[in-house]
């Protein structure tokens, strides 16, 4: 019988938590504090790609682990620098005060900027990569999280929301393959990256992946149960900010998320049944409460 995908994230989440943990283990302190807070409560989207692509190469999760722990401690540190006043100004994250709230911005601030050097330290100090692995782990993640990527996205938000006129629908796509994009298609290529092998397959998956991910987000803005995704919904329609939904209405914004899922799909091609649970990632990124 496969594996449950949920279950598979939640065990993927658990291992990068427990990567980051042991990093933080001998620190206290409110920003390690915060740090640890930070990394609680997320679904292991970004944790279970990097595992998932690392077995679908060869690797196990004594190999993946640490990486794992590098994408989620990133990908935290987007969240809480993304709550702060400065930025989306939010008071609730998975549920839970965000950390500004918590503890106050210098906090967050610093527990953000702690979270990102310790994903270059996880994969640094990793057993069980070569010298080769870490420094192509470490190139690619600098490039996905930084001005080439999401913080490159990140600064196109910002000037869009200052500027006049409507965003197209290239511009937008092209904010959103940097924003959210650029950590998922990273995770998807971990594996290649390890193996030295083509990356292509995946990057494909992982840019439509993306893009459906964050479709799936936006729809969850306008029709999502704050319950269920624990964080402020209405915000983007508040702001008269442009989405896909904004641009191809609720409709015609499912249509394109269903058909980037197609393409991931599509993808996966030359990969077996063994990539099953990515075929099935892909349906779960657009089919997501929370
Ligand atoms: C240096 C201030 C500063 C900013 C850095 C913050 C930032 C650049 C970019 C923002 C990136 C961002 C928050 C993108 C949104 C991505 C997104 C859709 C996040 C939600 O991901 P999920 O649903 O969350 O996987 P969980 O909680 O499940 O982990």
């Known amino acids: 019988m496969g594996r449950d995908l ?3 994230m939640a065990d993927a989440g658990a291992m990068a938590r427990q990567a980051i943990g042991m990093a933080l283990a001998d620190v206290g302190g409110e920003v390690a504090e915060a740090m ?3 990394t609680a409560g997320g679904k292991g989207f970004r944790a279970f790609l990097v595992s998932e692509s690392a077995r679908l190469h060869g690797f196990s999760d004594e190999v993946a682990g640490p990486v794992a722990g590098a994408i989620e401690a990133i990908h935290a540190y987007s969240l809480v620098h993304d709550d702060l006043p400065c930025m989306d100004d939010d008071d609730l994250r998975r549920g839970q005060p965000t950390v500004h709230r918590k503890w106050d911005e210098a906090t967050a601030v610093l527990a953000g900027d702690g979270l990102q050097t310790v994903a270059y330290q996880l994969i640094a100090e990793a057993e069980d990569l070569t010298g080769d ?6 190139s690619g993640l600098a490039k ?13 938000d910002i ?7 409507p965003m197209s629908i290239d511009e937008i796509t092209q ?4 924003k959210t994009g650029a950590l998922i298609t990273w995770s998807a290529t971990v594996g290649p990256s390890l193996a030295c092998s083509d ?3 995946l990057k494909r998956y992982g840019d439509a992946l993306g893009l459906a991910f964050q479709i799936a987000d936006d729809l969850l803005d306008i029709e999502g149960d704050p319950s269920a995704t624990g ?5 983007d329609e508040g702001r008269g900010k442009a989405t896909f939904v904004s641009l191809l209405g609720p409709d015609g914004a499912k249509r394109r998320a269903s058909e980037l899922v197609d393409t991931a799909i599509d993808a996966l091609h030359s990969y077996d049944k063994n990539a099953d649970l990515l075929r099935e990632l892909a349906r779960f990124a657009v089919e997501r409460d929370r």
């Open 6 to 8: 949920k279950a598979a």
């Open 175 to 178: 904010l959103q393959a940097g």
């Open 36 to 38: 640890r807070y930070a």
């Open 133 to 138: 692995q870490k420094t192509a782990l470490v």
């Open 199 to 201: 990356p292509v397959p």
């Open 144 to 156: 996905a999280s930084g001005i080439h990527g999401m913080v490159g996205g990140q600064e196109m």
């Open 231 to 235: 964080k402020a919904v209405g915000k």
């Open 159 to 165: 000037v869009a929301e200052k500027r006049s006129e």
